[in-house]
């Protein structure tokens, strides 16, 4: 047998019984009859740091699940808190009811593709991970390879010191925690092979070895324990013929209730599945017990809560009309005032929402919060927060989601990334503690923002929402304790006297919580107590169960299926404005005296009087018949970009460093009837230019215009300019006949051939699926060589005019490029099917390509060319029209014409 470097077998306690990586309970974690207790509340245990580096390694664990709907929890692994690296055992966060490799932000995981988890709640099951030196991950259960073996990212290294072993949770803070038992947990600070994990399976999970524990007993002792196990050998063969079937709701919630005090059926099963005494005296005993710990247990976790946070927002109640909503479902449209939520309130416990698909009508009862998914989860929505001064290391939310994110916009920069840009994933049904890590940003100005992610782009599949209840702050990193337990609803009043007295109370109270449903007066505890019984499908939930409702619920998905997922696109958002400091030479640590929202002095010099952003007066002000600005640099850039030139050359500056206007009394009469008679339409003042006699001259100059104005200000002819970088791209892709029509949808990656040209992002196809330029993706780090060769503008600057260079790197792309190459390539393979002669196709690429015919020395001069080359590379005459290569290379020779790329 392999022997562990770590071993933690709990009993009596979390102590490492081979090497020095003790644990320290937290949470409500505890030490129960050889096993590790997790309540799936907060629960954890936490290492000693670590006494070595850990590169390759091996995590092993015997854990009994308490159920398997639990999503993200962590059975054993190793945890870096300040930069937030894990790896670790994690059940169900990928992929319900399935084991899997989680790491900090997926840098590691991916799910191997084992089948879905069916243990039942009492069952052990062993799990392990083997992480090898050749970055490879497999995982193991029960001493079987679960799916296929892997490899993403490198190995992790978890240095001494930094790091340490975690149960329970995947990552410190982080929920949902694990609810289970953990019977004995091992770590290998090497890879162990398939053969050395199937032996550790079937030694089981020996605490203290046979020989161990012979070793320190007594004879009578020995004797005993020989006794115990016979015993517990038969009552395991008679708990084997009671099982109830797999997949029973009733059984996973007695069996967590078995050691879930949290628990309503907790009581049951003392009194009637462990057959404790039904006496009267004792069984109000034990109801009375019960009923002071969790009343104890309840005030203890608020003062510990109130001891160490600080309530910033409750959004159950009048406080969210301090925040901000948009979007379908939470729309601030309409409103007179945008930056105050109106309308009801929806304070009162007891939402829920009917699943899209499956048999279930319903499955959940959630606390008060916001929601935005109270009649569909295909509705989008983004709640944020006034602007507030971050004071402590750490921001804890309560909340619930699925592809939903919570993250700090520091500075109105909403970058979250879960770096030092605070932020975290919503991936949980139900309503739980998130903890920010916001030491890094302390003393700075941010604001909370919760919001959906259409990730795949309006998938009909796609399911996205997120509740938000309460925001604290602490000084420590420990997420607050949860007051909200499902059995204090049922332990209120006198305790039973009898087994009858105990079942009526439970059907009293389940219809005394489902009346207050209806008439919306539940409790917290009410639904905490009525979600657990609806959660754990324990009522009916089901169309077969409420067949009343079989039509009114399909016909509901029938309609929400109908609902289109709105695509989400960057803008600005109207809040409670304020306004900036000036930054003493730049550093944002040095905030001076505030500076009033107002437009550029040259427009005035008065702030502006609105509570909002000022955006709207600004653009009143840009668009003032007082300000001649705007329309006269607008028209302009027209001019600019219809005849390369503006009537002021210098676009971006018309201030003193700018050029002087070459005709300022058409720059006014273009300027003034812009913004007058076309009423500030574009198109309207391009059709007004493209139709003067002006733009429709032709290029050629006359002796005397070149002698006068070489410069050509005086517009004596139309300037020769060079197609854009895209336009030429498009040609090449149109001339080749490749070029694709097809309108809009996602961007295409660019094409790369060093991997510093891509930015991190994957590759794109050579010929960027044949799409126009306008759908080729821009990213600031990830240029399109080919573009930039011809000037395309990098995307990190703002230019209103593009250099115009004439270099060798430019013949050398339409010789050398891989594009080029490849459509002068296609275009011949096209060109050799259609059966004309040489001369026929000759002309007909002039005609394609250059939109002319060739002229006869033009003619001469391609047919010459054709019969050298073919004779260089050993073509015959005849065979000349079917050669491809022949036709390729005369192809790209059109193509590195200067006619085809400039415009006359």
Not at 287 to 298: I, Q
Request: hydrophobic content about 40%.
């Amino acid at each position: 047998l392999p022997a562990p470097d770590a071993r933690w077998s709990f009993e009596g306690d979390a102590r490492d019984s081979v090497g020095k990586h003790h644990g320290d309970l937290h949470s409500g974690a505890k030490v129960r009859g050889g096993r590790l207790i997790l309540d799936g509340v907060a629960a954890n245990v936490r290492s000693a740091p670590l006494d070595r580096d850990i590169h390759e390694k091996t995590l092993e664990a015997w854990v009994a699940l308490a159920n398997l709907q639990q999503r993200g929890g962590g059975v054993i692994g190793l945890d870096t808190p300040q930069g937030q690296f894990f790896d670790s055992i994690v059940f169900g966060e990928l992929n319900p009811q399935r084991w899997m490799a989680g790491s900090d932000f997926y840098r590691r995981s991916q799910d191997p593709g084992g089948v879905e988890e069916t243990a039942q709640p009492d069952e052990l099951i062993h799990v392990a991970i083997v992480y090898a030196k050749d970055n490879s991950i497999t995982v193991y259960r029960n001493g079987q390879p679960y799916g296929t073996t892997y490899r993403k990212g490198t190995l992790h290294p978890f240095l001494k010191g930094k790091s340490r072993f975690l149960f329970g949770q995947r990552l410190s803070g982080v929920n949902p925690p694990l609810a289970g038992e953990v019977e004995e947990a091992r770590a290998y600070f090497k890879a162990l092979s398939p053969a050395e994990v199937a032996a550790s399976y079937q030694a089981g999970a020996a605490g203290v070895t046979a020989e161990e524990l012979a070793a320190v007993l007594t004879g009578e002792q020995r004797d005993r324990l020989a006794e115990l196990r016979t015993a517990g050998e038969r009552v395991r063969e008679k708990l084997a013929g009671l099982r109830v079937k797999a997949g029973d709701p009733w059984t996973a919630a007695l069996a967590d209730a078995r050691s879930n005090r949290a628990n309503p059926l907790h009581p049951w099963h003392q009194s009637v599945v462990q057959g404790a005494s039904a006496e009267p005296h004792e069984l109000r005993e034990r109801w009375t017990t019960l009923a002071n710990y969790w009343k104890a247990e309840v005030r203890s976790r608020r003062e510990f809560n109130q001891r160490q946070y600080e309530n910033l927002w409750d959004l159950r109640g009048e406080q969210q009309r301090q925040w901000f909503r948009y979007g379908s479902m939470l729309d601030a449209a309409g409103r007179k005032d945008p930056t105050q939520i109106s309308g009801t309130l929806p304070a009162h416990n007891g939402v829920f929402s009917i699943p899209p698909e499956g048999d279930r009508v319903v499955g959940g009862i959630l606390p008060a919060a916001v929601y935005t998914h109270g009649l569909s989860s295909r509705h989008t929505g983004m709640l944020t927060s006034p602007r507030f001064l971050i004071e402590t290391d750490n921001i804890f939310v309560r909340v619930m989601g699925r592809n939903s994110w919570v993250r700090l916009a520091i500075e109105n920069y909403p970058r979250g990334n879960g770096g030092i840009y605070p932020a975290a994933r919503l991936d949980q049904d139900e309503v739980g503690w998130v903890r920010l890590d916001t030491a890094y940003r302390r003393g700075s100005h941010a604001h909370l923002e919760f919001f959906t992610v259409d990730g795949n782009y309006g998938d009909p599949a796609q399911r996205l929402f997120f509740g938000a209840a309460q925001v604290v702050s602490g000084k420590q990193a420990t997420l607050p304790r949860e007051t909200t337990v499902p059995i204090v609803s049922l332990l209120r009043g006198a305790p039973p006297a009898s087994l009858d007295e105990l079942a009526l109370r439970y059907g009293g109270q389940l219809q005394r919580v489902v009346q207050a449903w209806q008439t919306r007066t539940l409790s917290e505890d009410d639904t905490a107590f009525l979600d657990f019984f609806v959660r754990k499908q324990l009522l009916p939930t089901t169309i077969d169960e409420l067949p009343q409702l079989r039509e009114l619920v399909e016909r509901y998905r029938q309609l929400e299926n109908a609902i289109p997922v709105p695509r989400r696109a960057p803008g600005v958002r109207e809040a409670v404005a304020f306004d900036q400091p000036l930054f003493e030479r730049g550093q944002h640590t040095r905030p001076g005296p505030a500076v009033p929202r107002r437009g550029l002095s040259v427009l005035g010099t008065a702030p502006f009087a609105t509570r909002q952003s000022g955006r709207l007066q600004l653009a009143q002000q840009t668009v003032s018949s007082a300000n001649p600005l705007t329309a006269r640099v607008m028209v302009n850039r027209l001019w600019h970009y219809l005849f390369g030139q503006g009537i002021v050359s210098t676009v971006d500056n018309f201030g003193q460093l700018g050029a002087k206007p070459t005709h300022p009394e058409l720059l006014d009469y273009l300027a003034t009837r812009f913004s007058r008679a076309e009423k500030w339409s574009i198109k309207n003042m391009i059709r007004l230019m493209v139709t003067s006699q002006a733009w429709q001259q032709g290029s050629d100059v006359s002796a005397a215009a070149r002698q006068m104005d070489p410069d050509n200000d005086w517009l004596s002819h139309m300037p020769v300019r060079r197609l854009e970088a895209e336009a030429i791209r498009d040609a090449l892709l149109a001339t080749s006949g490749q070029l694709n029509p097809l309108l809009y949808g996602p961007g295409v990656n660019v094409y790369f051939v060093k991997k510093t040209e891509n930015g991190g992002y994957p590759k794109g196809p050579l010929d960027g699926d044949r799409r126009r330029s306008v759908y080729l993706r821009i990213r600031r780090n990830a240029h399109n060589p080919f573009l930039e060769v011809f000037d395309a503008p990098k995307p990190s600057t703002t230019r209103g005019r593009r250099d115009i260079t004439n270099v060798p790197a430019q013949s050398l792309t339409m010789l050398n490029d891989p594009f080029v190459i490849d459509q002068s390539a296609k275009w011949a393979a096209a060109l050799i099917a259609d059966g004309l002669t040489s001369t026929q196709r000759v002309r007909h690429m002039f005609e394609v390509a250059l939109s002319r015919e060739p002229d006869s020395t033009e003619l001469s001069i391609a047919l010459d060319y054709l019969s050298e080359h073919a004779a260089a590379q050993g073509v015959a005459s005849a065979d000349i029209p079917g050669s491809a290569p022949i036709w390729q290379d005369f192809a790209q020779s059109l193509f590195c014409l200067k006619e085809f790329i400039y415009v006359r």
